[in-house]
Nanobody, 126 residues
Framework: QLQLVESGGGLVQPGGSLRLSCAAS????????IAWFRQAPGKEREGVSC???????KYLDSVKGRFTISKDNAKNTVYLQMSSLKPEDKAVYYC????????????????????WGQGTQVTVSS
């Protein structure tokens, strides 16, 4: 089973930046699609960004141009660089994995992913 551990969350002022990390173990990310989801209090979990095993990426419309997903296969780690953060970006951010040999990743449903990390809190406030 793929094990995922997020880190990098914290408190940042509006307009600031954070980089989240999702360290994977158990399997190589060469065979997995990885996504970042977030969940704010009282709201449903939503897909923010994902990256396929081959490096194709997708983004939630509201974060396009501000967030960048990337991965380092040598470190078996996926990153989410978040810039120009807004108060509405405040949430617990989770990374999720799904074994995929195709150039697939999706943001439509958390149910598409079977492996999850514990989450990391991101707070955007002055």
């Amino acid at each position: 089973q793929l094990q995922l551990v997020e880190s990098g969350g914290g408190l940042v002022q509006p307009g600031g930046s954070l980089r989240l990390s999702c360290a994977a173990s158990g399997f190589t990310l060469d065979y997995y699609a990885i996504a970042w989801f977030r969940q704010a209090p009282g709201k449903e979990r939503e897909g923010v960004s994902c990256i396929s095993n081959s490096g194709r990426t997708k983004y939630l419309d509201s974060v396009k141009g501000r967030f960048t997903i990337s991965k380092d296969n040598a470190k078996n780690t996926v990153y989410l660089q978040m810039s120009s953060l807004k108060p509405e970006d405040k949430a617990v951010y989770y990374c999720a994995g799904r074994k995929s040999y195709l150039e697939w990743c999706g943001l439509g449903s958390p149910g598409d992913y079977g492996d999850w990390g514990q989450g990391t809190q991101v707070t955007v406030s002055s």
